[in-house]
C-alpha cells in the first residue's frame, strides 16, 4: 500500500553559467514542498552555491523568472548534499542506501516498501550518460542497474524519473524494473534549451521543460487531482523546441487514474472509521465500519477474507477438546450479550455493584 | 437492688462507647485536615508510600490509556486489577472547583480505613468472646477477666485508625487501604464463621495483590477448629478429668458445651471448610468473568495476569522502596535471576507449613504472622502494609503484654520511619548520599520487623506454656 512519498532532486553541474540548472532544482523543492513533502523526505542535491556565489548580484536570493517574482532560496531550504558531495558515487549511495554508518539520517533515503519516490535531475547530458561536476558521468546502464537494486530491496513502490538535461530520454533506456515511469525533456540526437535569459542576473534563469513543468504547477493546489497524462501532455513540442518523450512500458498503472501529487505532492487517502481506533484482535467480533477507496477495495477484501479464514482455524483447534468446547460457547455467548450493552466498561461497572448486595444477600443467608 | 449495681457498669460501658466514637471521629478529622492541608505535602510520591503496585498516578494513567481505548496495562504503568481501574478511575478524573485534587478518592480510602477499623474491632470482640469462653472450660477464669480499659477489639481499632503508617498511606492516596479492607474483611468472616464473606474477602484480596493468597490456611483453620483458643491437649487433660469426676458441675449453657465438646474432640469440622471453599470458586470466577469482559477488547486474560501477577512474581521495576529487593535486583546477574527470584519467593513459601503446624491452634495469630512475613518479604512493600500488621498486634495485645524488645521496636519504627525520607532526600535530590544511606534505613526497617514477628511469636508460645503450666498445677491441685 502506498505510504509516503519521497523526491530526490539533484542538480549536477557547477560553474556561474549554469545556473538555470539550479534554478530548476530549486523551483520543483518549492513545487515539491507547497503540494506537502515535508523535508525529511527531500533528498536536495546542490552541486554548487549559486545564492551566495560572488557574481550573484543579488545575494541569497535564486530567481528562475526575470520578473524576479519568486525568490527560490527562501528561508526554509534544506540542502543535503552540497558542493562537492555531489557526486556519482554518494547518488548511488543515496538510492541504494548502502552508507557508511557515519552518514547521519538526513541525508538518506529512507523510502520502504510504499514509497513513491520522484527523482529529477538536471544538468548536462548526452547519450546514455549525465554528466556530474564536470568530470565525472553517470551511464544509463549506471542508473538501471541502481533502479534494480532498489526494487530487489523493495526500496520503493512506484518510481518517477524526470530528466532535464540535453538527450535526456537515452538516460532511462536501460530501465528494466517494473513500477519506474520515466519522462526526459529530449529525445536522441534533440538538445534541450534554456528558456530565457535574465538581464540583470547575467545568465540563463531557467530551462524550457522545467518552466513547462512549473507553469502546469502553479496552477495546482494540494487538492487537485490532475492526472500524470495532463501533466505529460500538456508539453507542447513546439514550445519545448524538443520532444518531451516519457516510457510507460513499465508501469502498470493507465496514466489518467494516476494524480500527479501521487509523486510531487504527499497527499494520502485518509480512511474514515466511526469509533476509535480498536486493534487488530477485535476483528472477529465487528470491528467499526471502514470506508475504503473504490480502487484499493478489491485487494482489502481479499486481505479480509485471508484473516477472516486464519481466524476461524482457530475455534476449530479448539473444538477438538470438549472441556474447551464448551467454555468457548459459554464465553462466546458472554461476550456476544455483552455486545449488546452499550460498552463493555458500564457492564464491569454493574458487575461490581451487584457484588455488594449478592455479598450482603449471601452473608444474611448464610448467618 | 440489683439494677442499682448494673446502672454504674451500664454506664460505664456507655462511657467507653462513647469515648471509642470519639476517637474513631476524630481520626477521620484528622485525615480530612491533612487532605486538605494547604501545603502540598506530596506524600503520594514518597517512595515508602506509593509503590508501582499501589501509586494513584498509575492508575489514573491506565484509566486513562483505558478510555483511549488502548489496553490499561500498555506501556507498563499500571499493574493493578481492573476492578480497582473501574472503581476509582473515574474518580481521579473528576475535579471539583476549590478542592483539594484526588479528594473523592481520598474520601473513598478514609471509608475504607473506618470500615476496616469498625471490622477490625467486630472480629477482635469475636475472638474476645471464644478465647474467654474457651479459658472458662479449662478452669481459668481469672486470666478471662480483660482490663478495665479498653477491649481487645477496640484498642486494635484504634491503633489502627491512629497508627501515623495508616494516616500517611491512606491521605497519600496508596490502594493499600483497600487491599487491607479485604484482608480484614476475611479475617472477620473466618472469625464469625460467616463463609460467603470470608471467601468474598480472600478472593478480592487475593486478586488486589497476590500474597494474601497464603491466608488460606488459618481460613481454613478458622473454619474447621473455631477462633484462637489454648493448646487442644490441655481440654483432652480437662476432659479425662471431668470423666473421672462424673460430676455434673454448673452448665453455662448447651451451645458453650457442645463447642467445648467438639474442641475437648479435637474434630476438625469440614462442612464449613467446604462451604467456603465452594463460595472461593464461586467468587473468583465471578471476579475472573468481569475481568475477562474489561480487559477482552484488547489483549485478554493472559496479559492481565502477566502485567499483574508476572509482575509482582518477576519484580521488573526496580524503583527503591523500604524493601529490600530493589537493590540486590539491581546488582545481580541476569543469568542468576531466576534463580534468586524463586529463591525469595520461597523463602515465604517455606515457612508456612511449620508456623501452621506450631501455631494450628491459633489461626488468627498465624494470620498475623503471615500478614507480618509477607508485608516484609513481597517485591514491594510500602508503610499500608506494615499499617496492617500493626493493627492487628493490638488485637493480641492481652497475650503479647510481656514481649520483650518492645520498647527498641517502638523507637526503631519511630527512627525509620523519620530517617526514611531525610536519607532519600540526601540521595535524589541534594547528591550528597547515594543508593548505600537509603537501603541502610531499608535494611534497618526488615530487621525491626523481624525482631518483631520474632518476639511476637515466642511472647505467644511462652504465653501457652504459661496457661499449661497454670492448668496443670490447678489439675494437680484438684486431683490432690
Redesign the interface.
Known amino acids: 500500500m502506498h505510504t509516503n512519498n519521497w523526491a530526490v532532486l539533484v542538480c549536477t553541474s557547477r560553474f556561474w553559467f549554469n545556473y538555470r540548472h539550479m534554478a530548476n532544482t530549486l523551483s520543483l523543492y518549492r513545487t515539491v514542498k507547497r503540494l506537502g513533502i515535508p523535508d525529511e523526505r527531500i533528498i536536495l542535491m546542490l552541486a554548487d552555491d549559486m545564492a551566495c556565489n560572488a557574481r550573484n548580484k543579488y545575494p541569497a536570493q535564486v530567481f528562475n523568472n526575470e520578473n524576479h517574482r519568486l525568490n527560490l532560496y527562501g528561508d526554509n531550504v534544506e540542502v543535503d548534499y552540497r558542493g562537492y558531495e555531489v557526486n556519482v558515487e554518494n547518488f548511488m549511495r543515496v538510492l541504494t542506501g548502502r552508507h557508511e554508518n557515519a552518514v547521519p539520517r538526513s541525508k538518506r533515503l529512507l523510502s520502504d516498501e510504499g514509497s513513491h519516490i520522484l527523482l529529477y535531475m538536471t544538468g548536462h547530458g548526452g547519450d546514455e550518460f549525465l554528466k556530474f561536476q564536470d568530470s565525472e558521468e553517470l551511464q544509463s546502464h549506471d542508473l538501471a542497474d541502481v533502479v534494480k537494486q532498489m526494487k530487489e530491496k523493495h526500496r520503493f513502490k512506484e518510481l518517477l524519473i524526470m530528466v532535464d538535461t540535453c538527450q535526456a530520454s537515452t538516460l532511462f533506456s536501460q530501465l528494466h524494473s517494473p513500477g519506474v515511469l520515466a519522462i526526459g525533456s529530449s529525445m536522441k540526437g534533440q538538445n534541450s534549451y534554456s528558456h530565457h535569459l535574465d538581464p540583470d542576473v547575467g545568465v540563463s534563469v531557467v530551462d524550457r521543460f522545467t518552466f513547462y513543468t512549473l507553469a502546469f504547477f502553479e496552477r495546482l493546489n494540494i487538492y487537485d487531482n490532475a492526472s500524470l497524462s495532463s501533466l505529460f501532455n500538456s508539453y507542447n513540442p513546439n514550445l519545448l523546441m524538443s520532444t518531451a518523450y516519457y516510457r510507460m512500458d513499465l508501469y502498470q498503472r493507465h496514466l489518467e487514474e494516476v494524480p500527479v501529487t501521487n509523486f510531487f505532492g504527499s497527499v494520502m487517502e485518509t480512511i474514515h472509521t466511526d469509533s476509535?481506533?480498536?486493534?487488530q484482535?477485535?476483528k472477529k467480533f465487528g470491528g467499526p465500519e471502514i470506508k475504503m477507496p473504490l480502487d484499493q477495495s478489491i485487494s482489502d477484501n481479499d486481505r479480509r477474507i485471508l484473516r477472516n479464514s486464519v481466524d476461524e482455524d482457530q475455534p476449530n483447534k479448539l473444538s477438538t477438546e470438549e472441556n474447551f468446547h464448551g467454555v468457548g460457547q459459554l464465553?462466546n455467548t458472554?461476550?456476544s450479550k455483552?455486545n449488546t450493552f452499550e460498552s463493555?466498561?458500564t457492564?464491569?461497572?454493574y458487575?461490581?455493584g451487584s457484588?455488594v448486595p449478592l455479598?450482603i444477600i449471601?452473608?444474611w443467608l448464610?448467618? | 437492688m440489683s439494677t442499682k449495681t448494673e446502672t454504674p457498669v451500664k454506664k460505664k460501658n456507655q462511657k467507653k462507647i462513647q469515648c471509642f466514637w470519639s476517637w474513631v471521629i476524630g481520626s477521620v478529622i484528622l485525615r480530612l485536615i491533612i487532605i486538605y492541608f494547604p501545603k502540598n505535602l506530596n506524600l503520594s510520591s514518597r517512595p515508602e508510600v506509593s509503590t508501582p503496585l499501589t501509586s494513584i498516578r498509575r492508575l489514573a494513567e491506565g484509566y486513562w490509556l483505558k478510555q483511549s481505548s488502548m489496553s490499561p496495562y500498555a506501556g507498563s504503568m499500571y499493574h493493578g486489577s481492573p476492578l480497582l481501574l473501574t472503581l476509582l478511575g473515574p474518580l481521579t478524573v473528576k475535579r471539583i472547583e476549590g478542592q483539594p485534587d484526588h479528594l473523592l478518592c481520598s474520601l473513598v480510602f478514609v471509608i475504607a480505613d473506618v470500615v476496616t477499623a469498625m471490622l477490625i474491632c467486630a472480629a477482635g470482640k469475636k475472638l474476645q468472646a471464644a478465647y474467654s469462653s474457651s479459658l472458662q472450660s479449662i478452669g481459668l477464669h481469672h486470666l478471662s477477666e480483660d482490663s478495665d480499659i479498653l477491649p481487645s477489639g477496640d484498642f486494635a481499632a484504634l491503633l489502627y485508625l491512629w497508627n501515623p503508617f495508616t494516616i500517611v498511606a491512606c491521605v497519600g492516596l496508596s490502594t493499600s487501604a483497600i487491599e487491607n479492607l479485604m484482608v480484614v474483611v476475611t479475617l472477620y468472616g473466618a472469625c464469625a464463621r460467616l463463609a460467603p464473606l470470608a471467601a468474598f474477602g480472600w478472593v478480592m484480596a487475593t486478586h488486589l495483590s497476590l500474597y494474601p493468597a497464603i491466608l488460606i490456611i488459618p481460613v481454613i483453620l478458622l473454619f474447621g477448629y473455631g477462633p484462637d483458643a489454648p493448646p487442644r491437649k490441655l481440654f483432652r487433660q480437662r476432659t479425662n478429668l471431668e470423666v473421672d469426676d462424673s460430676a455434673s458441675g454448673d452448665r453455662s449453657c448447651l451451645e458453650d458445651e457442645l463447642v467445648n465438646e467438639k474442641r475437648m474432640l479435637n474434630v476438625f469440622s469440614w462442612r464449613p471448610v467446604v462451604l467456603f471453599l465452594f463460595w472461593a470458586l464461586l467468587w473468583s470466577s465471578y471476579v475472573l468473568v468481569l475481568c475477562g469482559i474489561y480487559v477482552q477488547q484488547h489483549s485478554g486474560l493472559q496479559e492481565m495476569f502477566k502485567s499483574t501477577y508476572g509482575f509482582i512474581l518477576t519484580i521488573q521495576d526496580l524503583s527503591p522502596n523500604i524493601g529490600v529487593f530493589w537493590y540486590f535486583f539491581a546488582e545481580v546477574f541476569d543469568f542468576f535471576r531466576s534463580f534468586f527470584l524463586i529463591v525469595f519467593h520461597g523463602n515465604i513459601l517455606l515457612m508456612i507449613l511449620p508456623l501452621a503446624l506450631r501455631l494450628n491452634h491459633r489461626p488468627c495469630f498465624l494470620a498475623f504472622v503471615y500478614i507480618v512475613l509477607s508485608s516484609m518479604l513481597k517485591s514491594y512493600p510500602s508503610v499500608g502494609d506494615s499499617a496492617l500488621y500493626l493493627g492487628l498486634l493490638g488485637l493480641f495485645a492481652y497475650e503479647l503484654k510481656d514481649m520483650q524488645f518492645s520498647f527498641f521496636l517502638f523507637s526503631g519504627y519511630v527512627g525509620v520511619s523519620l530517617l526514611s525520607p531525610v536519607m532519600h532526600n540526601l540521595w535524589i535530590w541534594r547528591g550528597t548520599g547515594n543508593a548505600n544511606f537509603y537501603f541502610a534505613t531499608a535494611i534497618g526497617y526488615a530487621c525491626l520487623q523481624i525482631i518483631l514477628v520474632v518476639e511476637s511469636v515466642s511472647a505467644m508460645l511462652n504465653h501457652d506454656r504459661m496457661i499449661t503450666k497454670l492448668t496443670t498445677a490447678k489439675l494437680q491441685n484438684v486431683k490432690s
Do not use: H, K, T
Not at chain 1, 276 to 279: E, Q, V
Open positions: 476509535a481506533y480498536r486493534s484482535s477485535n464465553w458472554i461476550i455483552v463493555a466498561d457492564f464491569v461497572c458487575g461490581l457484588m455479598l449471601s452473608v448464610s448467618s
